[in-house]
């Protein structure tokens, strides 16, 4: 009688993930690794893909214009250089009209100055009030029913 083996267990390996309790700036800084690591590896492919890739173009140029005994079209010799310069005239062009009309001063108009009072009472707060407004920085403002500012809660 044949005895049953003992089943193996499969381990797998552990993976450790504390992606979740890792802050943003460090999330983006794995993936950004990450990503320049991947392009080095890519770019390290890329001599033999251009090597495979010249021999198979030498090679169908090579038959195409000299076995099968076609000539080079005069058009394309003398079409795709010129449209090749009008291409870089007109990019070149539309960059210079765009720096010759945005590069003037700065055409918005400032805005005009705000008296402290004027503030204050467009906000119906007392001078204390305004005064703590004008100098806090991350505040919550308590309003009464009529939308007027009663008192300033300041996180600092």
Known sequence: MDQPRPRRHRMTPPIIDHSPSRGPGKRFASGALT?????????????LVTVVAWYVGARTAYMRLYLNQNEVEPFLLLS???????????????????????????RRQRRASIIDDDVRLALGATPELAAKLRDGRIMRVVVDDDARAVSVQTDS
């Open 80 to 106: 795709l250089p010129l449209i090749a310069v009008v291409c870089a005239v007109l990019l070149i062009g539309w960059a210079e009209y765009n720096r010759a009309r945005f590069s003037k001063t700065d």
């Open 35 to 47: 990503a320049a690591a991947w392009t080095l590896y890519v770019w390290l492919w890329v001599p």
